[in-house]
């Protein structure tokens, strides 16, 4: 049962990955959370270095895709400034968000990662979807109280995945 939250990669921060990373584990599209993994819950404008990861991802041909489970007024919203399409009510952590973005674009499983900052519906969902998850850490410390439940869950299960899997840790990057 643990296997269901275990992330293919724990990186700390998604603006440390790399296209060329990304490239070279074989992956040609990333799907990413909304609230505290590409923005602050509380602060829909994003970073510039946000904004530079976009653009890199852009100009090596890799499409960026907003998978969340809000509701489609509020992403629509949180990703206008951003110009990222997105797939609203993901219904994370069950597949269906994941698997209609990734038929949409002709993928294999394989060829698509999911990132987000919770296991149990980020990284739950990448991998009932069969799909590559980079679990990262929250943008800032506060959530969403309807957040919290799951991050209370979260955090347990982080604990029994460190002890089954001691290799596994948060890293730089994909390779570091």
């Given amino acids: 049962m643990l296997e269901k939250f275990k992330p293919t990669w724990m990186v700390k921060n998604i603006y440390q990955v790399s296209p060329q990373e990304l490239r070279a584990k074989g992956i040609r599209a990333v799907f990413s959370d909304l609230d505290n993994t590409l923005i602050a ?35 629509a919203k949180a990703t206008a400034s951003l110009d990222l399409p997105f797939i609203s009510r993901a219904l994370k952590p069950l597949s269906f968000g994941i698997t209609r973005a990734r038929r949409k674009l002709g993928l294999k499983k394989h060829e698509v990662v999911m990132v987000g900052d919770q296991l149990m519906t980020d ?54």
């Fill in 41 to 75: 819950w509380n602060n829909p404008d994003g970073t510039p270095e946000l904004r530079r990861w976009i653009d890199e991802l852009h100009a090596a041909g890799i499409p960026l895709i907003v998978i969340s489970n809000n509701s489609k007024q509020r992403v």
């Fill in 123 to 176: 990284v739950a969902a990448a991998n009932q979807s069969g799909v590559y998850s980079i679990l990262v850490k929250p943008l800032i410390d506060t959530d969403k109280w309807v957040t919290w439940p799951n991050r209370f869950m979260d955090n347990l299960v982080e604990e029994k995945l460190a002890k089954k899997y001691p290799k596994l840790k948060w890293q730089e990057g994909l390779t570091k």
